[in-house]
């Protein structure tokens, strides 16, 4: 129950390129040093104390949870892991063909999904969600 708790502030944007790739810039500070998993959750509910009204990761294609692109699969919101520095600031690049902005296809549509920074890091490994720990930050994808 850290969320509401833990000041982590900061500004994600999403860009949808020319090539089609959506592209995710997040700049964050306020976290605590060290390693941190970022997740796009269900749903951009960010209302509850603990930030789980987000529900779990975005997985539209029912895979198992794993490091993006593994073969045996992965969640298309495991973005991955991402150090903060000794002052708690932290900048995130993401880039990929398999989300857009908009659109019928909601395997790829990350309109109204969450963005989530956890804790600790996501071992890639555990099933459901990589024992990320707590969740210290939370905002909605907006169109």
Not at 25 to 41: D, F, K, N, V
Not at 92 to 97: G, L, N, R
Not at 101 to 121: C, E, F, M, R, Y
């Amino acid at each position: 129950d850290v969320y509401k708790r833990q000041a982590v502030t900061g500004t994600v944007t999403f860009t949808e390129e020319k090539d089609g790739q959506v592209m995710m810039m997040a700049y964050l500070s306020g976290l605590t040093p060290g390693e941190h998993a970022i997740h796009l959750h269900e749903t951009a509910d960010c209302s509850s104390e603990d930030g789980k009204s987000t529900g779990g990761h975005w997985n539209p294609t029912f895979e198992p949870h794993g490091a993006w692109g593994a073969a045996e699969g992965f969640h298309r919101g495991d973005i991955g892991n991402f150090t903060a520095d000794e002052s708690g600031n932290a900048m995130v690049h993401f880039m990929t063909d398999l989300w857009s902005l908009g659109g019928s296809d909601q395997t790829t549509n990350i309109i109204g999904k969450a963005v989530i920074v956890h804790q600790g890091s996501d071992d890639l490994t555990s099933q459901p969600s990589g024992a990320a720990g707590a969740r210290v930050s939370c905002t909605g994808i907006i169109e």
